[in-house]
């Protein structure tokens, strides 16, 4: 299992290891309901509508986990909801990767790179952040958790999605090393989103 709100749990007794997400509430709402939303139709579900992101996304080859299911539990006007994606092999989130070492500038373009494709397919994502940015074993970069994320024409979302990651990542520094984001790292990162 991983940490925070979004919390994912790993499942290996399949073929291919599963990573299972129940959604939970954020924010002054989660005081009044941990994990449960308004339910307004099947077709809103949040878990369904990510795994139709999702199956988008991987149909066009963006680094994005492959989904395998999602379920909702209806209880009156509210639902809770899970899903379950394919784990990125030998993954682990960018914020975990600077807790460990310093990046080169190669996987900083990596990551600006990845996003530039997302951004290219014209994927708004609700919550980039260094958490939901993978870098597996070899370099590889993916992009998990697409919750309230959507496809859009180009427009001013593509620049607070680099400005929301940048706050993420200056963020999580703070605690490290000077040498875990220094100045050069951005600059990097841009270079790979061209």
Request: glycine fraction near 8%; hydrophobic fraction near 45%; proline fraction near 7%.
């Amino acid at each position: 299992m991983t940490g925070g709100r979004g919390s994912a749990w790993f499942i290996a007794a399949t073929p291919h290891p599963w990573a299972l997400r129940h959604y939970r509430r954020g924010g002054f709402i989660a005081h009044l309901s941990e994990d449960r939303y308004l339910w307004t139709g099947e077709q809103r579900v949040r878990a369904f509508a990510e795994w139709r992101l999702l199956r988008t996304l991987v149909e066009r080859g963006l680094p994005v986990p492959q989904p395998v299911a999602a379920r909702y539990q209806r209880a009156g006007p509210s639902y809770r909801c899970d899903l379950i994606t394919r784990r990125i092999p030998n993954a682990r989130p960018l914020s975990d990767a600077l807790s460990a070492a310093p990046l080169d500038a190669s996987a900083w373009a990596a990551v600006g790179a990845a996003v530039a494709r997302l951004h290219a397919a014209g994927v708004d994502h609700a919550d980039l952040n260094a958490h939901n940015i993978l870098l597996d074993a070899q370099g590889a970069v993916s992009v998990i958790d697409f919750d309230r994320g959507r496809l859009r024409p180009p427009g001013a979302w593509a620049g607070r999605n680099l400005i929301r990651l940048h706050r993420s990542l200056v963020k999580i520094c703070r605690a490290l090393p000077p040498d875990r984001f220094p100045s050069g790292a951005w600059m990097s990162l841009m270079s790979g989103y061209g």
